[in-house]
């Protein structure tokens, strides 16, 4: 299989593959650039694969069942960074290392792939105070649900707030949208730009118990939940991997490689736009 749905993650990172020396138990990363990728496959089997960035190609598929394989890292190994995955039914083993450039990440990437390992319902948490999102019907998976609506709304969110605040127009190097879609970004546009709250009524979930108003807005977007989602958003931005993805909502492929291409491309489609109104 060389095409995987994006639509279908559920976790992806960074991670090469490592190979364990014959007749010895010394364990040493191949030079690959590579992704691991968690996700539900369309035999409705959750599948564990290892993908190379480079070429695209698939290298391992595996069908994991609930409880039988955990990620662990391997003391001592050459660098630190190195990882087995193995199983309870049997001896298979996998070895891989952390590709990520930080190394703060790799807890988060580790809990949260045991966790889905053990429970399939597994809600993604990451380094933050924030809890997950309270679910009914399993983890919560905004890359999955994002419609080009939603894109749409995003890219207003953050086009008014490039124009509307005094931030300088070179980026830093790492943006995040933890810190850009909280309630005090969000909530000032809303009074300047009233516009936009029934822009968001459409997206909001179909089983709140009274119809959607400013207020119901500003109380989901002050939530753990929304909070929760949007860290989910940002890390899975941060694999580099959404290109397929971002380009079926018609931003450039590119757009998927971080949490800043993504932003630029908005803002970029934005400029674009406002170009053509003025026209």
């Not at 997206?203 to 108003?213: E, F, I």
């Amino acid at each position: 299989m060389e095409y995987i749905d994006t639509q279908r993650y559920i976790l992806a990172f960074k991670a090469g593959r490592a190979l364990r020396r014959d007749g010895t138990n010394l364990v040493e990363p191949k030079p690959e650039k590579g992704a691991i990728i968690l996700y539900d496959g369309e035999d409705d089997l959750l599948h564990l694969v290892w993908k190379d960035r480079t070429t695209g190609s698939v290298g391992e598929d595996l069908i994991m069942f609930e409880g039988d394989a955990s990620f662990t890292q391997i003391p001592n190994a050459p660098g630190g960074r190195t990882f087995v995955l193995k199983f309870q039914s049997s001896d298979q083993r996998h070895f891989f290392w952390m590709q990520d450039a930080s190394s703060e990440r790799d807890t988060d990437f580790v809990r949260n792939l045991n966790g889905l390992l053990q429970d399939p319902d597994f809600s993604l948490t990451w380094n933050t105070e924030t809890p997950p999102a309270a679910s009914t019907s399993g983890p919560s998976r905004p890359v999955q649900q994002a419609t080009s609506e939603q894109v749409e709304t995003l890219r207003r969110l953050l086009s008014s707030y490039r124009a509307g605040s005094a931030a300088p127009a070179t980026a830093p190097p790492e943006y995040s949208l933890t810190d850009i879609l909280t309630p005090a970004n969000i909530n000032p546009l809303f009074t300047s730009h009233p516009e936009l709250v029934p822009t968001l009524f459409p997206h909001l979930p179909s089983d709140l118990p009274n119809p959607p108003n400013e207020e119901t807005v500003t109380q989901i977007i002050a939530s753990p939940q929304f909070r929760s989602a949007v860290s989910n958003l940002d890390q899975a931005l941060r694999t580099g991997l959404l290109g397929g993805f971002v380009r079926s909502l018609g931003l450039p492929e590119e757009a998927g490689a971080s949490v800043e291409a993504f932003l630029k491309a908005i803002q970029d489609q934005a400029a674009s736009e406002d170009s053509m109104q003025t026209d």
